[in-house]
């Protein structure tokens, strides 16, 4: 199995391990530290030696910052881990804030006197994050101040996890569908137009994608912790431990790449800085470290990792590759959502009973790399913390009368997934089909909506909040994602959400996944991931319009629905997925779960 049930979290450890985080804080004259939920490649997902946020306050999320300082300490959180904060914080210890309603710049302010000193470590900080946050600071009299060697790990030293060296393979071109020398040649053509010697590449899935090659050192996300450097001319340089690297990778990475230690990095960086290089660096996701290597910020050509953009426009055969994986997928949880309406209502099932049949229907496939993320399998109460991780602990039965909510995916070489169902468990109550009818109805005007090139996702955001809103409820994360290829189940830069800015463009995946959670009671989630298509004339119409394709094939549960709340063209939408849902999956299917899709698939 790929998730573990264990209890990851202890908020009893948090108090020695401040303690001795404060005493290293003395000794530097610091009158603060920070702690972010980072590693020195500032991706979203990291792995377990950098998992510091969680060793230090017991906090688990995918995204915090810890502050603390020598009598006061906090944890900044989002509006997704409110529940879950407050679940595994020690409030004895740690306050919460939640950004943006609070700044850390404000805490830090109130908390710290004038000329004070905050330390953090320079790996763990973007360029873009060092640059705001020492503004904000500097108008208080605080001074942010890099410190060398991370105190957290000096605290942690005895038991922290070693670093990961899962071996890295190629990704062959029938999945990727082009080869890593034509994607160079791409990233080359940017470096020649824009006049720069060099781009830093630091986030794992934008050298992974570069490379054609896929690894495992984070666990769900099929990529390997490297850095590289792209020249104006000739072979990538690539810092990666060799004893990852296989000979059929490394005869891969030959015509393309040179490769060396981890340890070269820094002096490589510091041999363009006395050559005089232009070195473009991305001040939104490399490490403030880098670029003081470099020789500050007039040291760099600020731009942004011109990967980020071509991977997230996917070629003909990703896409061919996705609807594959998509299909197969929703076979697999089909057989899941068969066997949980037959079995869910005994009262005999958990959480993690659920989860680990989901996984295991997906591994029958026998396609399945990796889930894609840890499952959110929530029942009851749980369904209301949206990021919800089920533990020996946490788990409990999934009883008639209540919703549960299953938030999974899975890789798969030719195609990542991630699919949210929320099911009814018996008989639902009227609040619960009228909370689900206006969540399906805002899923339901993304999946529809035409627009036009240049729309943003922050423009499309609010059609999924619309139905809600006018019913006084909204929830508390984006409404949609990038997905990768084979990839990060999160992939930037695209997203439909309030942050969203970029222009979303045909090729692009990203999910369509409103939710409603009513804490202690309930939470509600619609997810399926979509792909922005060619803009076309719509009938009767003047301008092209891009548009959503729906990739997930698994159907909704109609329990759910107040069919008198929808409109026709959405009553007309739902009924048309279903009978796609059930011409696509029931040929992969044996005759019970046919006979449950026939029923679960049929007309409002």
């Known amino acids: 199995m790929f998730q573990t049930y264990d209890v990851i979290t202890n908020p009893s450890l948090a108090l020695p391990r401040l303690n001795a985080l404060r005493a290293l804080m003395a000794k530097r004259k610091l009158d603060a530290y920070l702690v972010p939920r980072a590693d020195e490649h500032q991706g979203e997902y990291v792995p377990a030696c950098a998992e510091r946020l969680k060793w230090l306050t017991g906090f688990s999320g995918s995204a915090g910052l810890a502050i603390v300082a020598a009598r006061r300490a906090v944890v900044f959180i989002d509006g997704r881990y409110t529940v879950q904060a407050r679940a595994e914080l020690d409030p004895a210890l740690f306050e919460t804030a939640r950004i943006p309603v609070a700044r850390p710049e404000d805490w830090l302010a109130e908390a710290l006197p004038h000329g004070a000193i905050i330390g953090f470590d320079p790996w763990l900080m973007t360029l873009r994050g060092f640059e705001q946050l ?143 290089r232009t070195v473009r660096v991305d001040p939104a996701t490399a490490a403030y470290a880098i670029t003081r290597t470099l020789g500050g910020a007039r040291g760099i050509a600020r731009g942004a990792d011109p990967v980020i953009a071509l991977k997230a426009v996917k070629n003909t055969t990703e896409i061919a590759g996705t609807r594959a994986a998509h299909l197969r997928d929703g076979a697999a949880v089909a057989n899941f959502l068969c066997w949980l309406d037959r079995e869910a209502p005994t009262g005999h099932l958990t959480e993690i009973a659920a989860a680990r049949r989901l996984e295991a229907v997906r591994a029958a496939t026998g396609a399945l790399k990796e889930i894609s993320f840890d499952t959110i399998a929530g029942s009851g109460p749980n369904g209301a913390i949206v990021h919800y991780r089920v533990n020996e602990q946490t788990d409990r039965s999934i009883e008639p009368g209540e919703l549960f909510l299953i938030d999974s995916g899975a890789q798969y070489e030719d195609g990542t997934t991630d699919i949210t169902r929320t099911v009814a468990i018996g008989k639902p109550t009227p609040d619960m089909v009228r909370a689900f009818t206006l969540v399906l109805k805002g899923h339901i005007a993304i999946a529809t909506a035409r627009f036009p090139k240049g729309t943003r996702g922050v423009d499309l955001d609010s059609f999924a909040r619309r139905a809600l809103w006018q019913a006084g409820l909204d929830y508390d994360h984006g409404t949609g994602h990038g997905v990768g290829s084979y990839l990060s189940v999160h992939e930037g830069p695209a997203s439909i959400s309030k942050a969203g800015m970029v222009p979303l463009e045909a090729g692009m995946i990203l999910s369509n996944e409103p939710g409603y959670y009513r804490e202690g009671a309930f939470g509600i989630r619609i997810e399926n991931l979509v792909l922005v298509t060619e803009p076309a004339v719509p009938e009767g119409g003047e301008r092209a319009m891009l548009g959503f394709e729906t990739l997930t094939l698994c159907p909704i549960d109609r329990r759910l629905i107040e069919a008198d709340m929808l409109t026709s063209s959405e009553r007309a939408w739902l009924d048309a997925y279903h009978a796609r849902v059930l011409r696509a999956l029931q040929p992969l299917l044996e005759a019970p779960t046919r006979a449950w899709l026939e029923d679960a698939c049929a007309g409002l």
């Open 134 to 276: 020492s503004a904000a600071l500097g108008a208080h009299g605080l001074k942010l101040k890099p410190v060398a060697g991370n105190l957290v790990d000096r605290a942690w030293d005895g038991d922290r996890p070693p670093a990961p060296m899962a071996p890295v393979v190629p990704h062959p071109l029938a999945c990727s569908g082009e080869t890593a020398e034509a994607k160079l040649a791409r990233i080359q053509d940017i470096l020649k137009r824009d006049d720069q010697d060099a781009v830093v590449l630091t986030l794992p899935d934008s050298i992974c994608w570069l490379l054609n090659i896929r690894g495992g050192d984070i666990p769900h996300t099929p990529v390997a912790l490297a850095f590289a450097i792209v020249p104006r001319r000739g072979k990538v340089e690539v810092f990666i431990d060799r004893d990852k690297l296989g000979k059929a990778v490394r005869d891969h990475l030959k015509p393309v790449a040179r490769l060396h230690p981890p340890l070269a990095f820094a002096d490589r960086l510091a041999e363009l800085r006395a050559e005089g």
